[in-house]
């Protein structure tokens, strides 16, 4: 079945762009997401990209789609304090939730 | 909008004991599922619903069950609770036919002593 892996902490400066990255073993994962989850709360939907784009814009967000490798990258550009959260990559065959695989998580922490 | 709501958001159980976990969302969202979140680890389905009456297990159904007799509501009870059932539960729901986008709830923190 599908894994995605994703590093579990990444730590950048105020300012700076993050990069938070992830792979998932299935090729033939067509929905590619990336949920938020800040402390207390629930995830919520970031953006996500389909498999037949490479890239995907979103004011600070820049989501980056390698198939061959099956890599995906989500770049945040100016990281402010309010994006301090975990980031989830997940990965789905078709637009069934239910078969929504997510990675652990990659908890984002930004010094000043 | 409230969105998806659970109750409660604190509960510690005795091994042993027996509770529901509620969860209630207002978008009129055909589909409903339950997950767990272990520390370090991604979500695991537990059970969904694609509608009123119908569920269908996930990835980690042991020790759970569910029902759904409205739209709006997806309860989840542990019977028998066991420390391995320790861990954060969400309840999600998603509209039909769209980018399989969910929309959770606030988490519950069950722990089991």
């Known amino acids: 079945g599908e894994d995605v892996e994703q590093s579990l902490f990444l730590s950048v400066r105020e300012g700076d762009s993050s990069v938070i990255n992830c792979t998932y073993t299935?090729?033939?994962?067509?929905?590619l997401y990336w949920y938020k989850q800040e402390p207390g709360a629930g995830l919520q939907l970031l953006t996500y990209i389909f498999s037949n784009m490479d890239m995907k814009q979103d004011q600070r967000l820049t989501v980056l789609l390698n198939k061959k490798d099956k890599h995906l990258s989500l770049r945040i550009a100016d990281t402010q304090t309010g994006d301090s959260a975990i980031y989830f990559c997940a990965a789905a065959p078709d637009s069934s939730a239910s078969k929504i695989i997510f990675g652990s998580g990659t908890r984002l922490s930004i010094r000043p | 909008n409230a969105g998806v709501t659970q109750t409660p958001k604190f509960r510690i159980l005795k091994i042993g004991q027996s509770m529901t976990l509620q969860c209630t969302q207002d978008?009129?969202?055909?589909?409903m599922y339950w997950y767990r979140q272990d520390p370090g680890m991604g979500l695991k389905l537990i059970y969904y619903s694609v509608g009123a009456g119908i569920t269908d297990k996930g990835e980690v159904p042991n020790g759970y069950n569910v029902s759904r007799s409205t739209t709006e509501d997806f309860p989840l009870r542990l019977e028998l609770a066991a420390p391995s059932q320790t861990s954060v539960y969400f309840c999600a729901s998603s509209p039909q036919g769209r980018t399989g986008e969910l929309f959770f709830g606030e988490g519950s923190r069950l722990t089991v002593l």
């Open positions: 978008m009129n969202h055909n589909y």
């Open positions: 299935d090729s033939s994962s067509t929905y």
